[in-house]
T-cell receptor
Protein backbone atom coordinates (compact mmCIF):
# COMPACT_ATOMS: atom_id res chain seq x y z
CA UNK A 1 0.00 0.00 0.00
CA UNK A 2 1.39 3.37 -1.01
CA UNK A 3 0.86 5.46 2.11
CA UNK A 4 -0.54 8.94 2.12
CA UNK A 5 -0.84 10.44 5.56
CA UNK A 6 -2.89 13.34 6.82
CA UNK A 7 -3.72 14.77 10.20
CA UNK A 8 -7.30 13.66 10.73
CA UNK A 9 -8.17 16.81 12.65
CA UNK A 10 -10.66 18.14 13.26
CA UNK A 11 -9.21 21.47 12.24
CA UNK A 12 -11.25 24.48 13.25
CA UNK A 13 -10.65 27.97 11.89
CA UNK A 14 -12.70 31.16 12.17
CA UNK A 15 -14.42 32.53 9.12
CA UNK A 16 -12.07 34.65 7.04
CA UNK A 17 -8.91 32.93 8.31
CA UNK A 18 -6.47 30.79 6.33
CA UNK A 19 -6.93 27.04 6.69
CA UNK A 20 -3.78 24.98 6.19
CA UNK A 21 -4.10 21.28 5.40
CA UNK A 22 -1.06 19.03 5.21
CA UNK A 23 -0.23 15.69 3.66
CA UNK A 24 2.86 13.50 3.40
CA UNK A 25 3.45 10.53 1.15
CA UNK A 26 5.83 7.63 1.33
CA UNK A 27 6.21 6.55 -2.31
CA UNK A 28 8.92 8.55 -4.06
CA UNK A 29 7.52 7.31 -7.36
CA UNK A 30 4.42 9.43 -6.84
CA UNK A 31 4.31 12.24 -9.35
CA UNK A 32 0.75 13.50 -9.34
CA UNK A 33 -1.09 14.89 -6.35
CA UNK A 34 -4.67 15.84 -5.76
CA UNK A 35 -6.94 17.41 -3.21
CA UNK A 36 -10.52 16.23 -3.02
CA UNK A 37 -13.25 17.75 -0.89
CA UNK A 38 -15.95 15.56 0.60
CA UNK A 39 -18.99 17.02 2.28
CA UNK A 40 -20.67 14.86 4.90
CA UNK A 41 -22.75 12.16 3.22
CA UNK A 42 -21.57 13.14 -0.25
CA UNK A 43 -19.00 11.89 -2.71
CA UNK A 44 -15.48 13.30 -3.08
CA UNK A 45 -14.97 16.03 -5.67
CA UNK A 46 -11.69 17.19 -7.11
CA UNK A 47 -10.69 20.72 -6.17
CA UNK A 48 -6.97 20.90 -6.99
CA UNK A 49 -4.28 18.95 -8.78
CA UNK A 50 -0.54 19.63 -8.69
CA UNK A 51 2.28 17.93 -10.55
CA UNK A 52 5.34 20.16 -10.14
CA UNK A 53 7.21 21.52 -7.16
CA UNK A 54 6.01 24.89 -5.97
CA UNK A 55 2.66 26.56 -5.62
CA UNK A 56 -0.46 26.39 -7.72
CA UNK A 57 -3.26 28.84 -7.11
CA UNK A 58 -6.92 28.58 -8.05
CA UNK A 59 -9.16 31.23 -6.55
CA UNK A 60 -9.02 30.96 -2.77
CA UNK A 61 -7.15 27.64 -2.95
CA UNK A 62 -3.38 27.18 -3.18
CA UNK A 63 -1.76 23.78 -3.44
CA UNK A 64 1.90 23.43 -2.54
CA UNK A 65 4.18 20.54 -3.45
CA UNK A 66 7.66 19.72 -2.20
CA UNK A 67 8.83 16.43 -3.69
CA UNK A 68 12.14 16.45 -1.82
CA UNK A 69 10.26 16.52 1.48
CA UNK A 70 7.40 14.36 0.11
CA UNK A 71 4.96 16.94 1.31
CA UNK A 72 1.78 18.41 -0.15
CA UNK A 73 -0.37 21.10 1.36
CA UNK A 74 -3.57 22.96 0.65
CA UNK A 75 -4.20 26.52 1.79
CA UNK A 76 -7.68 27.94 1.82
CA UNK A 77 -7.74 31.71 2.09
CA UNK A 78 -10.72 33.67 3.44
CA UNK A 79 -12.27 30.47 4.74
CA UNK A 80 -16.04 30.27 4.55
CA UNK A 81 -18.49 28.08 6.49
CA UNK A 82 -19.24 26.39 3.15
CA UNK A 83 -15.62 25.14 3.15
CA UNK A 84 -16.44 22.92 6.14
CA UNK A 85 -15.82 19.40 4.83
CA UNK A 86 -13.29 16.57 4.86
CA UNK A 87 -10.32 17.19 2.59
CA UNK A 88 -8.68 14.13 1.07
CA UNK A 89 -5.13 14.18 -0.22
CA UNK A 90 -4.31 11.67 -2.96
CA UNK A 91 -1.25 10.61 -4.90
CA UNK A 92 -0.51 8.50 -7.94
CA UNK A 93 2.44 7.46 -10.00
CA UNK A 94 2.72 8.83 -13.51
CA UNK A 95 0.82 6.64 -15.90
CA UNK A 96 -0.85 4.75 -13.11
CA UNK A 97 -4.56 4.21 -13.01
CA UNK A 98 -4.84 4.00 -9.27
CA UNK A 99 -5.03 6.82 -6.80
CA UNK A 100 -4.03 6.38 -3.16
CA UNK A 101 -5.91 8.50 -0.69
CA UNK A 102 -5.08 9.72 2.78
CA UNK A 103 -7.61 9.37 5.56
CA UNK A 104 -8.67 12.98 5.21
CA UNK A 105 -8.68 16.06 7.43
CA UNK A 106 -12.00 17.33 8.71
CA UNK A 107 -12.18 21.12 8.51
CA UNK A 108 -14.74 23.22 10.34
CA UNK A 109 -15.01 26.93 9.58
CA UNK A 110 -16.67 28.74 12.46
CA UNK A 111 -18.89 31.71 11.51
CA UNK B 1 -28.00 14.67 -16.10
CA UNK B 2 -25.94 12.64 -13.60
CA UNK B 3 -22.38 11.98 -14.81
CA UNK B 4 -21.66 8.87 -12.69
CA UNK B 5 -24.69 7.12 -11.28
CA UNK B 6 -24.84 4.17 -8.92
CA UNK B 7 -27.74 2.01 -7.83
CA UNK B 8 -28.89 1.27 -5.28
CA UNK B 9 -27.90 4.06 -2.91
CA UNK B 10 -28.65 1.99 0.16
CA UNK B 11 -28.48 -1.75 0.79
CA UNK B 12 -29.28 -3.44 4.08
CA UNK B 13 -28.84 -7.18 4.14
CA UNK B 14 -27.99 -10.16 6.29
CA UNK B 15 -24.62 -11.88 6.54
CA UNK B 16 -24.17 -14.57 3.95
CA UNK B 17 -26.38 -12.93 1.33
CA UNK B 18 -25.26 -11.83 -2.12
CA UNK B 19 -25.73 -8.30 -3.44
CA UNK B 20 -24.91 -6.26 -6.55
CA UNK B 21 -24.24 -2.58 -7.16
CA UNK B 22 -24.49 -1.08 -10.62
CA UNK B 23 -22.62 1.91 -12.00
CA UNK B 24 -22.94 3.87 -15.21
CA UNK B 25 -21.06 6.91 -16.48
CA UNK B 26 -21.98 9.21 -19.36
CA UNK B 27 -18.73 11.18 -19.44
CA UNK B 28 -17.14 9.15 -22.22
CA UNK B 29 -14.31 8.08 -19.91
CA UNK B 30 -12.33 4.93 -20.63
CA UNK B 31 -11.44 4.09 -17.04
CA UNK B 32 -13.78 3.13 -14.21
CA UNK B 33 -13.12 2.25 -10.58
CA UNK B 34 -14.61 0.84 -7.44
CA UNK B 35 -13.50 2.38 -4.16
CA UNK B 36 -14.48 1.36 -0.64
CA UNK B 37 -14.80 3.97 2.10
CA UNK B 38 -14.89 2.63 5.63
CA UNK B 39 -16.36 4.21 8.75
CA UNK B 40 -13.15 6.17 9.31
CA UNK B 41 -13.49 7.76 5.89
CA UNK B 42 -10.51 5.87 4.47
CA UNK B 43 -11.04 5.59 0.71
CA UNK B 44 -9.33 2.55 -0.76
CA UNK B 45 -9.23 1.41 -4.36
CA UNK B 46 -10.64 -2.04 -5.06
CA UNK B 47 -10.70 -2.39 -8.82
CA UNK B 48 -9.95 -0.42 -11.95
CA UNK B 49 -11.08 -1.18 -15.47
CA UNK B 50 -9.82 0.43 -18.64
CA UNK B 51 -12.09 -0.01 -21.63
CA UNK B 52 -13.70 -3.13 -20.13
CA UNK B 53 -10.40 -4.73 -19.13
CA UNK B 54 -9.43 -5.27 -15.50
CA UNK B 55 -6.18 -3.43 -14.80
CA UNK B 56 -6.12 -3.16 -11.03
CA UNK B 57 -7.26 -5.65 -8.39
CA UNK B 58 -6.04 -4.43 -5.05
CA UNK B 59 -5.97 -7.50 -2.81
CA UNK B 60 -9.72 -7.77 -2.61
CA UNK B 61 -11.32 -11.04 -1.46
CA UNK B 62 -12.59 -13.09 -4.36
CA UNK B 63 -16.10 -12.75 -2.93
CA UNK B 64 -16.03 -9.43 -4.76
CA UNK B 65 -16.45 -9.79 -8.51
CA UNK B 66 -16.54 -6.77 -10.79
CA UNK B 67 -17.91 -6.91 -14.28
CA UNK B 68 -17.72 -4.35 -17.06
CA UNK B 69 -20.08 -5.13 -19.94
CA UNK B 70 -18.93 -2.00 -21.77
CA UNK B 71 -16.75 0.97 -20.96
CA UNK B 72 -19.68 2.99 -19.63
CA UNK B 73 -20.72 0.40 -17.07
CA UNK B 74 -19.00 -1.25 -14.14
CA UNK B 75 -20.93 -3.47 -11.76
CA UNK B 76 -19.87 -5.03 -8.48
CA UNK B 77 -21.22 -8.30 -7.17
CA UNK B 78 -20.49 -9.41 -3.63
CA UNK B 79 -21.03 -12.99 -2.48
CA UNK B 80 -21.41 -14.28 1.06
CA UNK B 81 -21.50 -10.86 2.67
CA UNK B 82 -19.64 -10.36 5.94
CA UNK B 83 -20.01 -7.74 8.67
CA UNK B 84 -16.72 -6.15 7.60
CA UNK B 85 -18.12 -5.47 4.15
CA UNK B 86 -20.28 -2.71 5.62
CA UNK B 87 -19.04 0.50 4.02
CA UNK B 88 -19.83 3.04 1.35
CA UNK B 89 -18.84 1.84 -2.11
CA UNK B 90 -18.02 4.53 -4.63
CA UNK B 91 -17.86 4.09 -8.35
CA UNK B 92 -15.71 6.57 -10.24
CA UNK B 93 -14.53 7.24 -13.74
CA UNK B 94 -11.71 9.16 -15.40
CA UNK B 95 -9.70 9.38 -18.54
CA UNK B 96 -6.82 6.90 -18.44
CA UNK B 97 -3.73 7.72 -16.40
CA UNK B 98 -5.14 10.76 -14.67
CA UNK B 99 -6.04 11.22 -11.05
CA UNK B 100 -9.01 13.38 -11.91
CA UNK B 101 -11.76 11.10 -10.80
CA UNK B 102 -15.47 11.74 -11.01
CA UNK B 103 -17.32 9.87 -8.29
CA UNK B 104 -20.81 8.53 -8.12
CA UNK B 105 -22.97 9.31 -5.09
CA UNK B 106 -21.98 6.13 -3.32
CA UNK B 107 -23.83 3.01 -2.25
CA UNK B 108 -24.07 2.49 1.49
CA UNK B 109 -23.98 -1.20 2.32
CA UNK B 110 -24.97 -2.35 5.80
CA UNK B 111 -24.51 -6.01 6.66
CA UNK B 112 -26.39 -7.18 9.76
Amino acid sequence: QKEVEQNSGPLSVPEGAIASLNCTYSDRGSQSFFWYRQYSGKSPELIMSIYSNGDKEDGRFTAQLNKASQYVSLLIRDSQPSDSATYLCAASQTGANNLFFGTGTRLTVIP
Amino acid sequence: DTAVSQTPKYLVTQMGNDKSIKCEQNLGHDTMYWYKQDSKKFLKIMFSYNNKELIINETVPNRFSPKSPDKAHLNLHINSLELGDSAVYFCASSQPNTGELFFGEGSRLTVL
